[in-house]
């Protein structure tokens, strides 16, 4: 377990499954992950396997420590220990923690992981520019935006870029 002062990062668990797929198919929370289809409980099923069993590519649950809830998820994707780099990917499944800071907490719980624990140099991620919660987040925590894919993302009739973020480790 990683803690902070107010969320711990923690190991997936059989039970989070279901509140997990809930999260998912919410119409608010895929609009801002890119989502386009509802996901079945059988691809999901599947989905949640895989990522518990990944090896370097780990998955967290973002748990809120006073309670004991899960209230998001976090992790890697196409983590390389040869060029020590990563990308992460988060979100908060539960709108009630929605801007209060919890995101901002565990992305640097990931970040200190990443780069103290792994000896990453470099972590980056991919956010669509209409997210300005979420960039607003990452910016807090040290992430600089490195480019943009134009018109990437089409959503309700309109083109929306994708932007490029990452933090390199300085130390």
Do not use: C
């Not at 983590?79 to 020590?84: A, K, L, Q, S, V």
């Amino acid at each position: 377990m990683i803690n902070g002062e107010r969320i711990s990062l923690r190991a997936i668990q059989r039970k989070d499954s279901d509140r997990i797929l809930n999260w998912v198919n919410n119409s608010e929370l895929r609009n801002l992950t890119g989502g386009i289809y509802p996901v079945s409980d059988i691809e999901h099923e599947i989905w949640f396997r895989d990522k518990a069993l990944e090896k370097t590519n780990k998955l967290f649950g973002i748990e809120k420590r006073d309670e004991q809830a899960l209230i998001g998820i976090i992790g890697f994707n196409n983590t390389d220990f040869i060029n020590r780099s990563t990308e992460v990917y988060i979100y908060l499944g539960e709108p009630l923690y929605w801007g209060k800071g919890m995101g901002t907490e565990a992305l640097q719980l990931m970040i200190n992981f990443a780069f103290e624990e792994l000896n990453l140099h470099r972590i980056s991620l991919t956010v669509f520019s209409y997210n300005s919660r979420a960039i607003k987040s990452y910016e807090k925590v040290g992430f600089i935006k490195e480019g943009v894919l134009r018109d990437s993302i089409y959503k309700s009739g309109k083109y929306y870029d994708k932007v490029i973020m990452s933090i390199i480790n300085t130390k």
